[in-house]
């Protein structure tokens, strides 16, 4: 395959949903065409552009050419074409490999189906650049059967039911939208730049068209001050909507980002992770009866069990929530700080282990007594070893 391109190599955005860690990532656009949300940080800084087709193109046939080279490599150690562990390690430690074969093998090992567009609103371009885009990459990679995006909730909405069904047809397959909170104050202080009808519009948009659609939900978005209308607005958005995914992404203060500096200037007030906690408990509460799955994969959240089917599962995920409101305040903060320091990934391996709450209790008396009452500015001032 000739390649008639000025490409230097594929670029690659700097972010994915945690769900994506085993898709292909091919960058349409660069940066955030909105960039305003005050708790991200992660394009500040950085200006907008839009990848021209031509280049998009001669990646996706860079990357196949790549492919057929990983390919004919593994079956010259006797692998039959077939992309093995131990076939991946060689290519890799090869220093002739080239940084896409090496990419595009380790993808392959892991199935070689899923390919992930980024990066923060690939559906601002428009579907004339999007399907060639996405016929091609049917055409180069056959065993492709997902193709996913971000796209803001207000960006589907100003697309037609019509434009959306190409997509779909053409082979994109799943939009994961940063909801964050469903209460227009919430929204509005943290410059989201949409309101809750524009989440419902497109969203539900983006449901008709066919798509799998995965709604990310920030519990603390709300600070103290708007708690209680973010737990609940959230809900009744996300009931409204009905996703396939409501997907938990804890707050967290990024450094650089405007929510630290509104922060400090005393226009936000944290949340305790125990009150982050009941704000869940509520939005779960609220959504019986969904028909979606809620999934807790990023890890900032701090029960990462809370993961089922909100309508089947419902009790389950309530109980799980009051287990850990339940606790004594004492074994509640110890787990905090546990699992903050990256020693456990749910409470019953906090709990079913002897020795944890004697390790991790007096920790998190200090940094109480640190943050002046506050764990979570404890941690932040004290907790040198901040893993998640
Ligand atoms: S739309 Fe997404 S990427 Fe853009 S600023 Fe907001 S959170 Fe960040």
């Given at each position: ?5 000025n ?38 800084r ?5 990848r ?29 074409g ?28 892991r ?17 004339g ?10 055409e ?16 589907l ?7 959306l ?17 469903g ?5 509005e ?8 009808e524009h ?6 948009r983006?449901?008709d068209?066919?798509?799998?659609v ?70 779960v509460?609220g ?6 799955r ?5 890890d ?5 069990d ?12 309530e109980?799980?929530?009051?287990r ?30 002897p ?10 008396r ?23």
């Amino acid at each position: 395959m000739k390649i008639a391109t000025n490409l230097d190599g594929c670029e690659l955005g700097p972010i994915r949903p945690p769900s994506e860690a085993t898709s292909l990532l091919l960058r349409v656009s660069r940066n955030c065409p909105w960039n305003k949300c005050a708790f991200c940080a992660v394009y500040k800084r950085t200006r907008f552009s839009k990848r021209p087709t031509e280049d998009l193109l001669a990646e996706i046939d860079l990357l196949a050419q790549a492919a057929q080279s990983v390919r004919e490599r593994a079956s010259s150690k006797g692998t039959d074409g077939e992309v093995t562990t131990r076939a991946v390690l060689d290519l890799i430690n090869d220093p002739v490999s080239t940084e896409e074969e090496r990419r595009v093998a380790l993808w392959m090992s892991r199935g070689g189906q899923n390919v992930f567009l980024q990066d923060a609103d690939s559906l601002v371009r428009p579907p004339g650049v999007l399907v060639p885009i996405l016929e091609r990459l049917k055409e180069r990679f056959p065993t492709v059967n997902r193709v996913t995006t971000y796209a803001r909730s207000r960006t589907l909405a100003a697309r037609s039911p019509e434009q959306l069904a190409m997509l779909r047809a053409a082979g994109l397959t799943r939009i994961h939208v940063g909801v964050e909170s469903g209460s227009d104050a919430v929204l509005e202080m943290i410059k989201k730049g949409c309101r809750g009808e524009h989440h419902i519009i497109g969203c539900k948009r983006a449901i008709d068209a066919g798509f799998e659609v995965c709604c990310y939900v920030m519990p603390g978005l709300g600070g103290k001050a708007l708690t209680s209308e973010h737990a609940r607005d959230t809900a009744a958005v996300l009931r409204a909507i009905d996703p396939h995914h409501v997907r938990l992404r804890t707050l967290w203060v990024d450094k650089g980002s405007p929510l630290e500096e509104m922060r400090a200037r005393g226009e936000f007030e944290m949340l305790e992770e125990h009150e982050m906690v009941q704000e869940i408990l509520e939005m779960v509460l609220g959504l019986k009866g969904a028909s979606g799955r809620l999934v807790s994969d990023h890890d900032r959240n701090l029960l990462m069990d809370l993961e089922g089917h909100l309508s089947n599962d419902s009790e389950r995920l309530e109980g799980l929530c009051r287990r850990f409101l339940d606790l004594d305040p004492e074994v509640r903060d110890a787990y905090i700080v546990a699992r903050r320091s990256g020693y456990y990934l749910t409470l019953d391996a906090f709990l079913s282990d002897p020795g944890a709450l004697s390790t991790f209790a007096p920790a998190a008396r200090e940094l109480l007594e640190m943050g002046g009452g506050s764990l979570v500015l404890g941690m932040e001032r004290g907790l040198r070893f901040r893993r998640i």
